[in-house]
């Protein structure tokens, strides 16, 4: 899924695989969403200066309330990938209107906390619900757009899918 876009043209972002420990991967219903594709992994900008590793972290805590210690890192992606806003939404975004879309580090951890240590409320909320789901449902949850995304993590973190020893 390597691709010659021009990295500037696409917004810095990570992607994360948070896999239960029986690997099911948590799945967030987006805040207002409306529709069939209201589902989707969490994911958040890089600011500027900061490492995608700790961008992950901070997205993972700040989107749904799962703190490093609840983690262990499993996998990050060596390359970037790549998708385009469609052009509703870019026009939508005026206030990222230099980007056409995001390019993305995806993130693979292994959640060791427990459901109650998941909390979707601890800054602005992303997500109105979430569950538990099989990594490879996941593409067709999520808004087209990012939907060739997910099919390629889904085949990148499928070993993570499988459940971890106890």
């Avoid at 594709?37 to 989107?63: C, F, H, I, N, S």
């Avoid at 390019?103 to 459901?115: L, P």
């Amino acid at each position: 899924m390597t691709t010659q876009k021009d990295p500037k043209l696409y917004r810095p972002n990570v992607g994360l695989a948070l896999f239960h420990r029986e690997g099911l991967v948590f799945l967030g219903k987006r805040q207002g969403a409306e529709g069939p594709y209201q589902w989707q992994m969490p994911q958040g900008g890089v600011d500027r200066g900061e490492a995608p590793a700790d961008a992950a972290l901070r997205e993972l805590e700040e989107e749904v309330g799962v703190r490093p210690e609840h983690v262990d890192l499993l996998e990050e992606t060596e390359d970037w990938l790549y998708y385009d806003f469609p052009i509703n939404l870019r026009a939508k975004l005026n206030l990222r209107g230099r980007y056409r879309g995001q390019r993305q580090k995806w993130f693979a951890f292994r959640f060791k906390g427990r459901d109650s240590d998941i909390k979707l409320d601890t800054h602005t909320p992303e997500f109105s619900d979430w569950r538990w789901a099989a990594l490879d449902t996941a593409p067709a949850l999520v808004i087209p757009f990012k939907r060739a995304t997910y099919e390629e993590i889904a085949r990148r973190f499928a070993r993570h899918s499988v459940g971890a020893a106890k």
